[in-house]
């Protein structure tokens, strides 16, 4: 549907057998960039009286966060990376954050790395906090890429963090394959599948198909983003964690647009508690530089799980 950077053409060509994988295959009639964009208005569509198909379920979903791209619209999101402010759970206590930046990376190993720090009652930055996990490794670092140190048992928590993104929803969902499956619940859609290794768990996801986005295009034709991932509901044993998004938009700068959307509020709860809660005022999502690679003493103090890096 969007126009692709060089870049991440190159990036994609060399990665052609995974990102094969990350594929609907439900092209449009028409291929708009959104730079062709002449009206946007808001719609409320009534609500769903059968649940969609999974296959087309996941095309709008791709489509609308703006995944998805060139004729066959494949899937071109592979790194991202994104900054806020907002509040946290650190240490049992809640605490005003100074500041705040995830980075994920997909491919080939899926990776999350989050650097954030509290801010003290005299409003300067508290001790920063380097969280990092790559598949079933975790580590924390005192700046990024820096003074690695294994924290294994903190690999769930940030695995749930990593795949509860709903860019992640996505492709969790696609590699499900025919287990993902979509049922329609007081006219409320909802997506279903088994969480991707090392993970065991499910994941349950509310789509908000009433809120639209009608583009008109200079060529006068028209076309909807919708099929939003509103909550996300992951039970991996007996923990629940449920993340809510809402207010997507275009937060790239205004020079480098991407025409992905990202959303403005998250909110992670577990039990009642509200883990973290950001409003992300600026992302990356032009597939930037982003590298976790894991350091060679997490790999000793995990031999098993580092074997499969």
Not at 62 to 75: K, N, Q, S, V
Not at 107 to 126: E, H, I, N, Q, Y
Not at 223 to 247: A, H, K, P
Request: with cysteine; proline share 6%; hydrophobic share 40%.
């Amino acid at each position: 549907m969007r126009t692709i950077a060089v870049a991440t053409i190159l990036i994609l060509a060399s990665m052609s057998e995974s990102a094969s994988a990350q594929y609907v295959g439900i092209p449009k009639t028409f291929q708009p960039s959104l730079a062709a964009e002449a009206k946007r208005v808001k719609l409320k569509n009534p609500p769903l009286t059968a649940a969609t198909d999974v296959k087309m379920t996941l095309y709008r979903i791709g489509d609308a966060l703006g995944m998805l791209r060139g004729t066959e619209e494949r899937d071109s999101i592979i790194t991202m990376d994104w900054r806020g402010t907002g509040t946290a759970m650190v240490g049992g206590q809640s605490c005003r954050l100074a500041n705040y930046r995830g980075q994920v990376r997909y491919l080939p190993v899926p990776s999350m790395r989050t650097d954030f720090a509290c801010a003290p009652a005299d409003g300067k930055p508290g001790t920063r906090s380097v969280q990092v996990v790559a598949g079933p490794l975790a580590w924390n670092e005192t700046t990024p890429g820096v003074g690695g140190m294994p924290a294994l048992d903190t690999a769930t928590d940030r695995l749930v963090q990593l795949w509860s993104l709903p860019h992640a929803v996505y492709k969790a969902a696609l590699l499900a394959g025919a287990n993902a499956k979509t049922t329609l619940e007081g006219g409320v859609l909802y997506l279903s599948y088994p969480l991707p290794a090392p993970l065991t768990g499910t994941a349950r996801v509310a789509l908000n198909t009433t809120d639209a986005d009608e583009l008109t295009m200079d060529s006068g034709e028209k076309y909807q983003l919708s099929y939003w991932i509103d909550r996300v509901e992951m039970r991996v044993g007996t923990v629940v964690t449920e993340t809510t998004y809402s207010d997507y938009a275009e937060l790239n700068e205004l020079d480098y647009r991407s025409e992905v959307m990202f959303p403005r509020r998250i909110v992670q709860k577990r039990g009642g508690v509200t883990l973290f809660d950001l409003t992300i005022e600026r992302t990356n999502t032009y597939n930037p530089y982003v590298v976790m690679p894991v350091p060679q003493n997490v790999r000793a103090a995990a031999p098993q799980r580092a074997g499969s890096q």
